[in-house]
């Protein structure tokens, strides 16, 4: 597995200097609104290119709730945020075959098991984590998982920053606020992972000694 872990942090190194880089040569966004107040698509298509550029996807969350409200904008994020990940996913589908020729078959196996075991839930926790989603959902290209399997695992790690964001932009005003939401998420993705974690570990409980 040293190999597949090495193109892993490889990938996640090439996505942070894109995204560096992109931020120098000017086309980082700062402020989403004004795109958004053409056409509500503006900020699906702003979370599709956050899988190659610097977009402040929570700030684009924030907009949709602000300018369509909270379901509206929620529901929104939580198209752009799937896009997103199928996205991803199909960068990893076509880069399959050169996957293959960094590492071995043996270690390609053995990755492509792990995420067919556990690809669901990486992609569910990693939505709301910049970089982290990006890279998992290309690695989930290369693996097993179905587009289905990866449309629905997107979709519901997206719900819940979806709304908080939209409600952030609806009722909260200030960086400041965005950060501590920001925050939020994350305990509340890190709540259900724990969730997860029992969940899986009942059935081994439950089995007669």
Known sequence: ??????????LALTLLVMFGVASVSGLE?????????????????????D???????????????????????????????TAAALTGFALGRAGNDVIRRFVTPAEHDRAGAMLQRWGVLAIVLSRPVP??????????????????????????????????????????????SHVVIFCGVLGLTGVLWLVGRMGGLKPALRRPR
């Open 1 to 10: 597995m040293g190999r597949w872990i090495t193109f892993a942090a490889m």
């Open 29 to 49: 966004i700062e402020d989403p609104t004004p795109l958004l107040r053409g056409a509500a698509i503006a900020g699906v298509l702003l979370l599709i290119a």
């Open 51 to 81: 899988v190659v550029l610097p977009v402040p996807s929570s700030l684009v969350m924030a907009a949709h709730g602000a300018l369509f409200g909270i379901v509206p904008g929620a529901l929104l994020s939580i198209l752009g945020s």
């Open 131 to 176: 970089i982290l989603a990006e890279t998992v959902a290309i690695l989930a290209g290369s693996s097993p998982l179905t587009w289905r399997q990866t449309a629905l695992a997107a979709a519901a790690g997206s719900l819940a920053p979806s709304v908080v964001y939209a409600w952030a932009g609806a009722y909260a005003n200030g960086a400041a």
